[in-house]
């Protein structure tokens, strides 16, 4: 095989590469909103559709840190239209996933110099198209991959989030891990590894705190329903209770009413019995 066919091969890995993160991405944002779109072919479209427009500007020679910046933008974007929801709900989403990607291809570029024994290894597979860069993407995609089956399964029921809480949480641990990288482009080593190591331990830790506020948001609006059907039903009992009660005195006053309509009759006073009856009629005739 000459070095030209594999050199396609190699640049295909990388689109399919962005293609997958692009398209995982969507499909996490659609996991806190599952009821605003149907079907999943427009995730596959716009994914498409960014993967060509990044391919495009990497071939007119355009700054990678501008690709990078329009990745996210477009799928700000995109998200907002899709969506139907306001830019601040979609920037919170896609800093957080991109917070979660970016501490994920560090960990497996950590794991995979340490195991290599290359301190260099992150420029390495940064800068040229190799094996084992191949050998990398495939590895950090299944690991991206599985978190969001995860995500999916843990909050597939639970669709409540602070956006704003989300969003400084990504914008303070992007800026810290961004801080980190530099020394794991410089040198790798046990150091670095643990310190991604921890990062993805606490970013697991992050996504408990959102699974487990969630949860705290649901049960208490659950508590809230509850409660005013509670109020509802003592307050059609105490209706009820009411209608019995005056239903009660009715009954009683009828009763002596009639009691007393008996005995006029049965005196043969039947004036006044007529007259009590003109009385008792009053309140319904005016």
Known sequence: MSQATINQVYTGMELCSNLVEAWLCYHYIGIFLPDRIRGRLPFFLLSLLLVGSVRAMDHFGIDPLISTLWFVFFICMTTVVLFHVDLFYAVSLVSFYFLCMYI???????????????????????????????????????????????????????????????????????????????????????????????????????????????????????RSILEFKDRLIQQE??????????QEILSHNLKNHLLILDGMVRQGDTENAGAYISQLRAPWTT
């Open 104 to 222: 994920i291809n560090y960990f497996c570029m950590s794991v995979m110099g340490v195991m290599a024994g290359n301190q260099e290894f992150a420029r390495f597979i940064l800068n040229q198209l190799s094996l084992w860069r191949c050998v990398y993407l495939a590895v950090d995609k299944a690991i991206l991959f599985l978190f969001y089956l995860m995500a999916r399964r843990a909050f597939r029921k639970t669709l409540f989030y602070n956006p704003r809480m989300v969003f400084f949480v990504s914008l303070f641990g992007i800026l810290g891990t961004g801080y980190l990288s530099m020394f794991t482009l410089k040198k790798i080593s046990v150091l670095t590894l643990f310190s991604w190591g921890l990062c993805l331990v606490i970013l697991l830790c992050l996504c408990l705190i959102m699974l487990f506020y969630a949860n705290y948001i649901k049960e208490r609006e659950m």
């Open 237 to 246: 009992y105490g209706m009820m209770q009411q209608i019995q009660k005056e």
